[in-house]
């Protein structure tokens, strides 16, 4: 790790509160921690310009917090393009979990756990929330790759890769938790029961009070297709979110994974309980599962972040993709051109991902004391000139392969070439759009 580094000569988008953007910014970094951060005054650069290790000029491009992404399934990158254009029941019934049962072993789960991480740290994602079988191996490959994680170990009531005997999955489960919480400090153990319709009520309940007994993250996804209501309220006399209350599973500690099918009443409950939702507009487009009512969530106050879903169902890791397509997906279901703005959907691909996973303290804004999880966009491409605003540049117009330099908890994880404006001239930083707003 690099004891102190210097990055300036960008636009600092910190994503804190007010979202302000500092022109001509500049982040320092002592320890792989933020030390200070804010306009890059000449005096100041100048003094510190003497002591770093290293410098990190970013040409003008967006110097920002590094990419949550709030829902993965690392290794299901292997699966990739398997089983396209088929709804939900015929995708994990027909294809997903034969090819789980055929296919996933440690070897695999290590080996595309890490391919998907590189994917991730290339396309400025720091933080990702995971969650699946034989997770151990997929915890020490995301360790392996400098990425943070949370990692789930998945829990269903039937046979699975690792946990043959269902009714060990809780016991498998704990064992995980304890020895991944001594594995990397950015590795933190979660417990992921996979769905209120694949798991019993007694599954669910020792679940949670296993999370809670060792302080650790509950996930599950909920709500995601039509047909998942009618079927708990058929079985249960609930919708989904009020079963999942009645059963004490909802508090801060709870992420809830998509929750398309909600009612105002379900918002409500998860608004009082204060759990974190992932939307994951891109998978759910493409399994045709719906689209969940985030604008709704934001208005109620909820906590929601973005997330990528697995490559199995999206079918890749970008996260600059996801916030554009959450931008537009919901101000045409919405006919409102107003809905889901770009600071918006930025503040779900960061500082609020962060906060539903329970890393809002640690990552997700650049402010100083947090871990200097950074990323460098370049703005120099044709497709980002000009920029009148950085928030809409990032969210409508950049791309994955835009960001340039890549960092967590101040180790450097990707660098790329300076870049060149688009007629091959170097572009100092306050350059990036016109004088008039």
């Known amino acids: 790790m690099e004891n102190d580094i210097l990055i300036h000569n960008g636009i600092l988008l910190t994503m804190e509160d007010g979202l302000p953007v500092i022109e001509n910014g500049f982040v320092h970094i002592k320890q792989g921690k933020i030390a200070d951060c804010g306009p890059a005054l000449p005096e100041q650069i100048r003094t ?3 002591n770093p290790a290293r410098q990190i000029d970013a040409c003008g491009g967006i110097i920002m917090p590094g990419l949550v992404n709030g829902h993965t399934h690392t290794p299901m990158s292997m699966f990739r393009g398997l089983a396209d254009d088929l709804p939900l029941d015929l995708w994990l019934n027909g294809h997903i979990f034969p090819a789980e049962a055929r296919d996933v072993n440690p070897e695999s789960v290590a080996q595309w756990t890490a391919h998907s991480c590189r994917e991730m740290l290339a396309g400025g994602i720091t933080t990702c929330c995971d969650g699946y079988f034989l997770e151990s191996h997929a915890a020490k490959a995301m360790a392996d790759s400098g990425i943070r994680a949370v990692a789930g170990q998945g829990v269903i009531d039937f046979p699975a890769p690792g946990v043959p005997d269902p009714v060990k999955n809780i016991d498998h489960a704990k064992d995980f938790i304890e020895k991944t919480s001594t594995l990397s400090p950015r590795i933190t153990p979660s417990l992921f029961c996979h769905s209120p319709y694949t798991c019993s009520k007694q599954t669910l309940v020792a679940g949670k009070n296993l999370a809670r007994e060792k302080g650790v ?9 039509r047909a998942e209501p009618g079927m708990i309220k058929e079985n249960r006399g609930l919708s989904v979110i009020a079963y999942l209350d009645s059963l004490a599973i909802l508090d801060p500690d709870t992420l809830l994974i998509h929750c398309v099918w909600l009612d105002e009443n379900d918002i409500g409950i998860i608004a009082k309980r204060g759990c974190g939702v992932i939307h994951c507009p891109e998978s759910n487009m493409k399994l045709a599962s719906g689209v969940a009512p985030v604008p709704d969530m934001v208005a109620a106050g909820l906590t929601v972040g973005l997330g990528t879903d ?23 279901v919405r006919l409102d051109p107003c809905v889901m703005d770009a600071r918006t959907c930025l503040k779900m691909a960061t500082i609020d991902g962060a906060k539903a996973l329970g890393l809002g303290d640690i990552t997700g804004s650049i402010h100083p004391g947090k871990a200097a999880d950074i990323i460098v966009v370049d703005t120099t491409g044709l497709h980002m000139t000009p920029m009148h605003d950085p928030y809409s540049g990032l969210v409508y117009a950049a791309r994955a392969s835009d960001v340039s330099w890549v960092m967590v908890e101040g180790k450097i994880r990707l660098k790329k070439n300076p870049p060149l404006h688009p007629l091959g001239t170097d572009r100092p930083a306050g350059s990036y759009r016109p004088s008039t707003r």
């Not at 697995?310 to 045409?332: I, P, R, Y």
């Open 217 to 225: 993250l509950f996930q599950i996804h909920a709500a995601e297709t």
């Open 48 to 50: 510190l310009a003497q």
């Open 310 to 332: 697995g490559c199995a169902s999206n079918n890749d890791q970008d996260m600059f993709s996801e916030m554009d397509t959450a931008a537009k997906l919901h101000k045409v």
